[in-house]
């Protein structure tokens, strides 16, 4: 990446502690913009609708849960349509690109983008990128029209091509500039996200009227702020579908262990979520929880008890779960791939042939382990049903905003609300399980699994959250967010 996005956060403080974390706006930087009457005043699908436009105060709150005494905290500016527009439908030249990893429900934000930006607000023009952030300046483009993107929704993947890495900000902005075009709509990751940052600063540097919109994608959920990122519940659903494979094939035989490795790079959700989902799962492992192996309390412990109790059991491993324990001679410590994410190695095909060595070499033990690896079906599926219809929400959110002069923003929901959150907020740090949350405290009810970590470390990373560091505070982290970070390198050792 070029460069790195420098631009201060448009703060605006209030009463009683409110503060809102705005987002840019093309008036911003573009001196006397002239508005124009929003095209949806006169759309005969918007005419039973009692409010149109979003006021222009309406706010999101990032915090719901406070006591009398708290302050109103962080706000968003909230999404939706605006009584005037900055553009005019016929000078609209809008763009879309998808970069990074394959998710459920991409054509779906794609074909809603489209469609939204035709019948919403009759704009004909709408090209798109092939092939990622580097089909700007070296792939052909796309016409899109509602036509060509009528169907895509039922299909995987993205028609626009996708790829890792390829970031130029002066040569994207340059295609940009030469193209006229004045609407982007970027389609991704965190990483995707940062880049979005970046351009966005260039084209501000230049003073371009160009409007730069993000729809956050990441299937494991490790985006911060927002409620959860599209893909998300269709991952869940497929990957509950590859543990009931597990669970058939465990208790088909006799001391039947399953394992299935899901998606979670540094966040385990998809495993933690289709694990509750599943009722069938005996143990879960994920990045934020630290395990061992060996000795007492450890894991080959508990897979000779669950197999004595029951004769079989089920195990879900995050992808990005037990990387520690690898050995270095297998570790890619220092290897990225193009986006900048760490390779990692196969943890569940190392954890499988642990367990396969510990159970015939030193417990004499006869067992069938099948290991089932569903990532790549996963993120190839078409959204399901609850994934359209937030993509929709996405899309539109997303379109408004650009129409209504807002530049340099990300889109999604916050506390049920979507809501336009600066590039910073969305950058600053990733989403992961709380482990000493409840949800994570479901799960372990729900599995019967040991927690892996002593009580007193427990205890006392709970007394550090009680008084968490003002530079922690100050990044914004969430509630329990201390006490995952502080847990995560210790585990109970075993003499």
């Known amino acids: 990446m070029g460069s790195e996005s420098n631009s201060m956060p448009k703060i605006v403080n209030g009463d009683f502690g409110y503060t809102l974390e705005d987002v840019p706006h093309l008036s911003d930087y573009i001196p006397h913009l002239p508005t124009y009457p929003n095209p949806l005043q006169d759309n005969p699908a918007y005419s039973a609708v009692r409010q149109y436009f979003v006021d222009f105060d309406d706010t999101v709150a990032q915090k719901i849960v406070v006591h009398k005494d708290t302050a109103r ?11 005037r527009v900055y553009f005019e439908s016929d000078d609209v030249h809008a763009c879309i690109v998808t970069c990074g990893g394959l998710c459920p429900g991409l054509n779906t934000v794609i074909r809603e983008i489209v469609c939204g930006l035709n019948h919403m607000y009759g704009v004909k023009r709408v090209l798109g990128i092939n092939g990622g952030y580097r089909g700007f300046y070296s792939k052909n483009t796309i016409p899109l029209t509602p036509n060509t993107v009528n169907d895509i929704h039922k299909r995987g ?37 940062k880049g979005a940052a970046v351009i966005f600063e260039e084209i501000r540097r230049r003073g ?42 465990a208790t088909s035989i006799e001391n039947g262990i399953g394992l299935v490795k899901l998606m979670g790079r540094y966040s385990g959700f998809i495993a933690m979520y289709a694990t509750l989902a599943s009722r069938d799962v005996d143990c879960c492992l994920i990045p934020e929880s630290p395990f061992y192996l060996e000795g007492p309390g450890g894991l080959f412990e508990y897979i000779e008890k ?25 570790r890619s410590a220092n290897q990225e791939d193009a986006s900048g994410n760490k390779l990692l190695q196969d943890v569940g095909l190392w954890i499988s042939q642990r367990i396969k060595d510990h159970f015939s070499k030193h417990r004499k033990m006869a067992i069938n382990l099948k290991y089932i690896d569903p990532t790549y079906m996963i993120r190839a599926i078409p959204s399901n049903a609850s994934d359209n219809v937030y993509c929709t929400l996405l899309a539109q959110s997303a379109v408004h905003g650009a129409m209504a002069g807002y530049t340099g923003f990300t889109v999604g929901p916050v506390n049920g609300r979507h809501a336009y959150i600066p590039f910073h907020k969305i950058n600053e740090r990733q989403n992961n399980v709380v482990i000493t949350d409840r ?9 019967n699994q040991p927690s892996f970590l002593c009580t007193k470390f427990v205890n006392e990373a709970s007394k550090e959250d009680k008084e968490p560091p003002a530079a922690v505070l100050e990044n914004g982290f969430a509630d329990g967010e201390v006490i995952k970070t502080s847990l995560a390198k210790r585990h109970c050792s075993v003499v």
Do not use: C
């Open 306 to 330: 669950r197999l004595k109790e029951n004769g079989h059991m089920v195990i879900v491993i995050a992808e990005g779960a037990g990387q520690e324990l690898l050995s270095e001679s297998l």
């Open 157 to 193: 993947g993205t028609i626009l091509g996708t790829s890792r890495g390829g970031h130029d900000t002066k040569k994207i902005v340059d295609s940009i500039q030469d193209r006229r075009i004045n609407q982007v709509y970027i389609i991704g990751g965190d990483g995707t996200q």
């Open 73 to 83: 905290g962080t706000h968003f500016r909230r999404a939706g349509p605006r009584q």
């Open 439 to 447: 949800m994570w405290a479901r799960l372990l009810s729900s599995t």
């Open 208 to 249: 371009l009227k160009v409007a730069v919109a993000g729809i956050p994608k990441t299937i494991d959920n490790d985006i911060p702020v927002i409620d959860k990122s599209f893909g998300f519940d269709s991952a869940v659903e497929e990957a509950e579908r590859a543990i009931n494979a597990a669970h058939v094939e």
